[in-house]
């Protein structure tokens, strides 16, 4: 009967990726959103990759002169680039980020970012909850997801305050989201922390290291050790496989899907310093 039931489930495509420059990472996670866009099949792909050397990711409407401090960010090896996605800045470090990137209006029904950001977060929760982590969606302004941004709150880090249905460890964030969407699919991606370096974000960003302290919440400050990314990668695939009834299956990405990447050149541009 289990057998049965899993065959009746839709599958989901599971890629795993090594680490991999800034600008590449955002490059990869855009050539799918448009593959998908240009696409007659439904499918849903998870991404999940973690980063070559420190990244300073900005939002796609962010200005670096504003939201970061680039001279600090040259002098400690720290690459800045654009997402293709809004918020704000987030550092890129010693985390697990993942990627939804579908085409699937059956399972994502809403035509809204805050509507699909509520299931995504609600799979990626449940994974936590097999962590130990106790994490909860945030019932917050929404101003990263949908009101206009102004220089003054689009210059401050993402994980300086949460947005609606972002995840949180009591009153501080653990997971920073944003999302894109296009006529047919969407893309959301996201920054889990494994830990943090509070003062190099700080200094990348020119925030308050005080407050910052104060809003970050990382994996290892709340299950009191480092996680490995096998076993948070497992529990977020496990939770968003129960949330969504779905299966994964592993499929790499292969070098035919990387040169793919150079058709969307002229529409990807996120590298912004090495």
Same mark, same amino acid.
């Given at each position: 009967?289990? #057998?049965?039931?899993?065959?009746?489930?839709?599958?989901?495509?599971?890629? &795993?990726?090594?680490?991999?420059?800034?600008?590449?990472?955002?490059? =990869?996670?855009?050539?799918?959103?448009?593959? !998908?866009?240009? &696409?007659?099949?439904?499918?849903?792909?998870?991404?999940?990759?973690?980063?070559?050397?420190?990244?300073?990711?900005?939002? *796609?409407h962010?200005?670096?002169?504003?939201?970061? #401090? %680039?001279?600090?960010?040259?002098?400690?090896h =720290?690459? =800045?680039?654009h997402?293709?996605?809004?918020?704000?800045?987030?550092?890129?470090?010693?985390e697990?980020?993942?990627?939804?990137? &579908?085409?699937?209006?059956?399972?994502?029904?809403?035509?809204?970012?805050l509507?699909?950001?509520?299931?995504?977060?609600q799979?990626?929760?449940?994974?936590?909850n097999? !962590?130990?982590? @106790?994490?909860?969606?945030? #019932?917050?302004?929404t101003?990263?997801?949908?009101?206009? *941004?102004?220089?003054?709150?689009?210059?401050?880090?993402? %994980?300086?305050?949460?947005?609606?249905?972002e995840?949180?460890?009591?009153?501080?964030?653990?997971?920073? &989201?944003?999302?894109?969407?296009? *006529?047919?699919? %969407?893309? *959301?991606?996201?920054?889990?922390?494994? #830990?943090?370096? =509070?003062?190099?974000?700080?200094r990348?960003?020119?925030?308050?290291?005080?407050?910052?302290?104060q809003?970050?919440?990382?994996?290892?400050?709340?299950l009191?050790?480092?996680?490995?990314?096998?076993?948070? @990668?497992?529990?977020?695939?496990?939770?968003?496989?129960?949330?969504?009834?779905?299966?994964?299956?592993?499929?790499? !990405?292969?070098? @035919?899907? !990387?040169?793919?990447?150079?058709?969307?050149?002229?529409?990807?541009?996120?590298?912004v310093?090495?």
């Amino acid at each position: 009967m289990s #057998d049965m039931k899993d065959a009746e489930k839709k599958v989901w495509r599971l890629i &795993s990726d090594p680490p991999r420059r800034g600008a590449l990472n955002m490059e =990869i996670d855009e050539a799918l959103l448009h593959s !998908l866009e240009e &696409s007659a099949r439904v499918a849903t792909v998870v991404r999940f990759y973690e980063w070559e050397r420190p990244t300073l990711s900005l939002g *796609q409407h962010q200005k670096v002169e504003l939201a970061a #401090d %680039f001279d600090f960010c040259r002098t400690n090896h =720290i690459d =800045i680039v654009h997402r293709p996605t809004g918020g704000r800045a987030v550092l890129h470090d010693q985390e697990l980020t993942y990627a939804v990137i &579908s085409n699937d209006e059956e399972i994502f029904s809403s035509t809204s970012v805050l509507g699909t950001y509520k299931q995504i977060a609600q799979g990626l929760c449940r994974g936590l909850n097999r !962590l130990g982590v @106790e994490a909860l969606l945030a #019932d917050a302004p929404t101003h990263a997801l949908e009101a206009p *941004q102004n220089p003054v709150t689009i210059k401050h880090p993402c %994980f300086n305050s949460p947005s609606r249905y972002e995840l949180m460890v009591g009153q501080r964030k653990l997971v920073g &989201s944003a999302q894109k969407r296009l *006529q047919r699919s %969407f893309l *959301q991606h996201g920054s889990l922390l494994l #830990d943090c370096d =509070i003062p190099m974000l700080a200094r990348a960003t020119r925030a308050d290291e005080q407050a910052l302290a104060q809003s970050i919440a990382t994996l290892r400050s709340v299950l009191g050790r480092r996680a490995d990314r096998r076993e948070v @990668e497992q529990a977020l695939q496990e939770g968003i496989e129960e949330e969504f009834s779905i299966q994964f299956e592993v499929r790499p !990405l292969v070098p @035919e899907e !990387l040169r793919e990447i150079f058709k969307y050149k002229d529409k990807i541009s996120h590298g912004v310093s090495a």
